[in-house]
């Protein structure tokens, strides 16, 4: 497809349990981002990849988190040992990378709602 | 700490006439600004932007307005339709990561509702 895809849409997780959220970015974007979004809030930033490197993890909310993109498309957001609070619109978004100019768009996905009970 | 704000929760217009989101920021860093629309269960969708060497971007019935002296940008939506009824989210970044665009920064939303 044209856009990113994200799967699975809906989650729904027992505490404590493992959870893989996956995203397909838009073919050939080089930029790829997580975002957190909890109810009545704005998307918070979690990590970011250029290629399959991943460059800033700065916002990743415990070491329970964990993301790769091992071939530089597909990405996984990995939590484990899920809590409560992790309950929350997982967001990925990609980006092509222009370089050193100022305005690239990021593009999201329709986002994976995960709910820990 | 929120570096970016808005201030309106909800903001409801006639159909047919301006509808006006505002948005503040805090950090002098940012350099490139979005607007998003979203929809229940779905993604942020891109609506506009502007480059902070900017004052004025226009796209069809929407303008993005941005004051870099008062750090304050707004969506001007004219004219005001119901399909335009979602929420709306102002966003931010710097350059970062050796050149390139950085992580976005968002605020709350603000609730559009356009009545028929």
């Known amino acids: 497809g044209a856009g990113v895809s994200q799967s699975p849409r809906y989650k729904v997780a027992k505490r404590g349990q493992d959870v893989a959220l996956r995203c397909d970015p838009i073919s050939g974007h080089v930029s790829l981002f997580w975002y957190q979004q909890a109810l009545g809030q704005g998307p918070e930033f979690l990590t970011y990849f250029q290629n399959e490197a991943q460059l800033d993890k700065s916002g990743l909310p415990s070491d329970r988190f964990f993301a790769e993109r091992p071939e530089g498309s597909v990405s996984t957001l990995k939590i484990q040992r899920t809590q409560q609070e992790d309950s929350a619109v997982y967001l990925c978004?990609?980006?092509?990378?222009?370089?050193?100019?100022?305005?690239?768009?990021?593009?999201f996905g329709p986002g994976t709602r995960l709910l820990v009970l | 700490d929120q570096q970016v704000k808005q201030n309106s929760p909800s903001l409801s217009v006639q159909e047919g006439r301006i509808s006006i989101l505002n948005c503040d920021y805090t950090?002098?860093?940012?350099?490139?600004f979005l607007w998003y629309k979203k929809y229940p269960a779905e993604g942020p969708t891109f609506l506009i932007s502007i480059s902070s060497i900017k004052d004025k971007n226009e796209d069809g019935r929407f303008t993005v307005f941005l004051n870099k002296s008062a750090k304050h940008l707004s969506l001007h939506i004219v004219p005001s339709q119901p399909g335009d009824s979602a929420v709306y989210f102002c966003?931010?970044?710097?350059?970062?990561?050796?050149?390139?665009?950085?992580?976005?920064?968002f605020g709350k939303g603000t609730k559009l509702s356009v009545k028929p």
């Open positions: 966003a931010a970044s710097a350059m970062k990561y050796g050149g390139s665009q950085g992580n976005l920064i």
């Open positions: 950090n002098s860093m940012f350099d490139y």
């Open positions: 978004a990609s980006s092509s990378n222009g370089g050193a100019y100022s305005g690239e768009t990021q593009y």
